[in-house]
C-alpha cells in the first residue's frame, strides 16, 4: 500500500458491485479514499482483482475509486459486455437478471450519460439495462424487499426500480398498457436523477420541496438532463424525455422547475408523478418493514386526497386500485 495526496479531481468513484459484475477481466489500480484530499491505493495491477474487490465487499466497503483514466476506459470498454450479458439475462425465461447486474450497469450508464456520452454502445446499455428492468419489475416484488434491494444497489438505483414497479403497476390499470409503454417509463426513471449526488438527495428530502430551499443544481436538474437527452431523440422518446422534465412538477403548480399545473401535465407523466411520490413518501428513513401494510395505506390514502385534478385524479385512483387489488404488499 502506499500514501497518495493527489487532488480528489484525480479519482472517480465506482461501486464496488460494478466492478465485481463486470470488471473480472480488468487489471484496475483500486483506492479507498481516507479524507477529502486522501486517497490509499490498495492493489498493484498485478494483483488477483477478483479476491480483492470480495475482499473489500465482505468488509462492507461499497464504493472505491479509480484513477480518472482506469474510470474512462473501464466505463467505456465495458459497454458491450454488460449489453451481452443483460440480453442473455433478458432472454431467460424462468428468472429475472440478477440485481446487481442491472446496479451494475446503472451504475457505469449514469457515469456514461454525465459525461455526455450517449455513443451508440452507451445507448445499447441503456436498452438493455431498460429491458432487464422490465422484466424485473414484471416477475419481482421489489415493494416488500426494500431493505434487502437497498443493501444491494445504490440509493438512486433502488429509488429508480421502486418508482419504475409503482409507476408499471398503476400502468396496468389503463387500457393502454403494454410493454412499450413501460419501457419508456423505466428509462426515464433510470435516468432522471443522474446528475444527482447523494448529498443532493439528502437536500431535496430535507427541503420538503420548498422551492426556495433548492439549489440551482437541484431545481433544474429535471430540464437538464431532459435536454442532453433530447440531443438523442431518435433513441430517448418524446414520452420519457417529458416525464424527465416534469418529475418534479405538481397538480397545482407547486412543483419545479416550471410550476406548470396539471392542464399541461400527460397521463403518463402523472403516473410518473404520483408513483415517484409514492416512493418517497413510503420509503425513508422511517420505514420499517414491520409496518410496511399500515404505512402503505396511508400513503396511498393522503395521495388521494392530494392529487385531485384531472390526470392526477385518474393516476391516484389508478394507484389505489394498485393497493386494493393487494399488489403493493
Ligand atoms: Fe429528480
Aim: charged share 25%; proline share 2%.
Amino acid at each position: 500500500m502506499s500514501d497518495h495526496k493527489p487532488t480528489a479531481d484525480a479519482f472517480r468513484k465506482i461501486r464496488i458491485d460494478a466492478l465485481i459484475s463486470y470488471g473480472a477481466e480488468y487489471q484496475l489500480e483500486l483506492y479507498l479514499r481516507l479524507s477529502d484530499e486522501k486517497f490509499i491505493k490498495v492493489s498493484q495491477k498485478e494483483d488477483n482483482f477478483e479476491s480483492i474487490l470480495e475482499k473489500y465487499k465482505n468488509r462492507g466497503v461499497t464504493e472505491v475509486y479509480l484513477t480518472l483514466a482506469d474510470y474512462d476506459y473501464f466505463t467505456t470498454s465495458v459497454r458491450k459486455a454488460i449489453t451481452a450479458r443483460l440480453s442473455i439475462a433478458v432472454a431467460e425465461p424462468t428468472k429475472p437478471p440478477e440485481i446487481s447486474l442491472l446496479a451494475g450497469a446503472h451504475d457505469v450508464l449514469k457515469s456514461l450519460i454525465l459525461r455526455e456520452n450517449t455513443e451508440e454502445d452507451t445507448l445499447a446499455v441503456a436498452q438493455a439495462l431498460t429491458q432487464g428492468t422490465v422484466k424485473t419489475i414484471h416477475m419481482t416484488n421489489l415493494l416488500g424487499k426494500f431493505s434487502e434491494f437497498k443493501k444491494k444497489c445504490s440509493r438512486e438505483f433502488t429509488y429508480a426500480l421502486l418508482t419504475s414497479q409503482v409507476a408499471c403497476l398503476m400502468v396496468d390499470q389503463f387500457n393502454w398498457a403494454n410493454d412499450a409503454v413501460k419501457e419508456k417509463v423505466a428509462l426515464a426513471a433510470m435516468l432522471c436523477d443522474v446528475e444527482l449526488l447523494p448529498e443532493d438527495f439528502d437536500l431535496l428530502k430535507d427541503s420538503g420541496l420548498a422551492k426556495e430551499n433548492l439549489t440551482k443544481k437541484i431545481t433544474f436538474h429535471p430540464l437538464n438532463t431532459a435536454h442532453l437527452l433530447a440531443k438523442e431523440s431518435k433513441f430517448f422518446s418524446q414520452e420519457t424525455l417529458t416525464i424527465v422534465e416534469q418529475h418534479h412538477e405538481m397538480p397545482s403548480g407547486g412543483g419545479f422547475p416550471k410550476g406548470i399545473s396539471y392542464q399541461r401535465i400527460s397521463q403518463l407523466t402523472a403516473i410518473y408523478i404520483v408513483a415517484h411520490y409514492f416512493v418517497d413518501q413510503m420509503f425513508d428513513k422511517t420505514y420499517r418493514e414491520a409496518l410496511h401494510a399500515d404505512r402503505c395505506r396511508t400513503v396511498v390514502e393522503l395521495i388521494k386526497n392530494q392529487f385531485v385534478s384531472g390526470v392526477f385524479r385518474k393516476a391516484s385512483e389508478a394507484l389505489a386500485s394498485v393497493f386494493d387489488q393487494g399488489k403493493m404488499a
